[in-house]
């Protein structure tokens, strides 16, 4: 079974431009969680998706959104950006419910850089 | 609110020493705990969990036990090798989010 797949890898930006990010969870999971890493903040919970509905959110200013589609993939946008959005954004799958709802599988990340 | 402290790193070790990372946690009742590794240049990886007081989650070697006296979910490994070098995050689950520790990096050394 394929993995949580990112895209892209990685991107290069410039302060005050937006950045669309993609995440493809493994399949049957209906569930993605977003998270920011940076070295000086670690791992920040961003928002989760469950069948296309935000269930939770982190805190985060609104210049960061997010969706899910029909089929589970999820985006996430980042508007305005500013030099301090460089950070490996992570996006994480699970089934969403029952008892393994809480066990979330992670992509490799995309590293954004703002310039 | 819940919260996760690990022991700061970075923690050096040589090959087949015995490692333990400590994690101890606070929460309203009763999280899963979770030990991920990240890889250089990679994203999170499971490395084990536990979902109920007193589990052991257990996987390559690396063991855990969910203690709730004393709030801990301490990860140890009986003889690390090179290629456990990696940084170390300890986890408890929230509402519908993962709460992460600052995380733990181990060097191990031949």
């Known amino acids: 079974k394929a993995g949580v797949t990112q895209t892209p890898r990685y991107l290069i930006k410039t302060r005050g431009q937006q950045v669309t990010l993609s995440c493809s969870p493994i399949?049957?999971?209906?569930?993605v969680s977003w998270y920011q890493q940076t070295p000086g903040q670690g791992l920040q919970f961003l928002f989760e998706?469950?069948?296309?509905?935000?269930?939770n959110k982190g805190n985060f200013p609104g210049r960061f959104s997010g969706r899910q589609f029909s089929n589970s993939r999820s985006e996430m946008n980042v508007s305005t950006l500013e030099l301090g959005d460089s950070a490996l954004y992570l996006c994480?799958?699970?089934?969403?419910?029952?008892?393994?709802?809480?066990?979330?599988?992670f992509g490799a990340g995309t590293r954004l850089s703002v310039l | 609110g819940d919260s996760v402290t690990q022991m700061e790193g970075p923690v050096t070790l040589s090959e087949e020493a015995f490692l333990t990372i400590n994690c101890t946690y606070t929460?309203?009742?009763?999280?899963?705990l979770f030990w991920y590794v990240q890889y250089p240049g990679e994203g999170l990886q499971l490395l084990l969990k536990a979902t109920k007081a007193d589990d052991k989650g257990s996987n390559k070697g690396f063991e855990a036990t969910y203690r709730k006296e004393t709030t801990s979910f301490h990860l140890e490994k009986g003889s690390v090798q090179v290629s456990d070098s990696a940084v170390y995050f300890c986890?408890?689950?929230?509402?519908?989010?993962?709460?992460f520790g600052a995380g733990t990096r181990l060097a191990v050394h031949p």
């Open positions: 994480a799958s699970s089934v969403g419910q029952g008892g393994d709802k809480n066990i979330q599988y």
């Open positions: 986890a408890l689950s929230g509402y519908n989010k993962l709460i």
């Open positions: 998706y469950f069948s296309e509905t935000q269930r």
């Open positions: 399949s049957g999971h209906r569930s």
């Open positions: 929460a309203t009742g009763y999280p899963s």
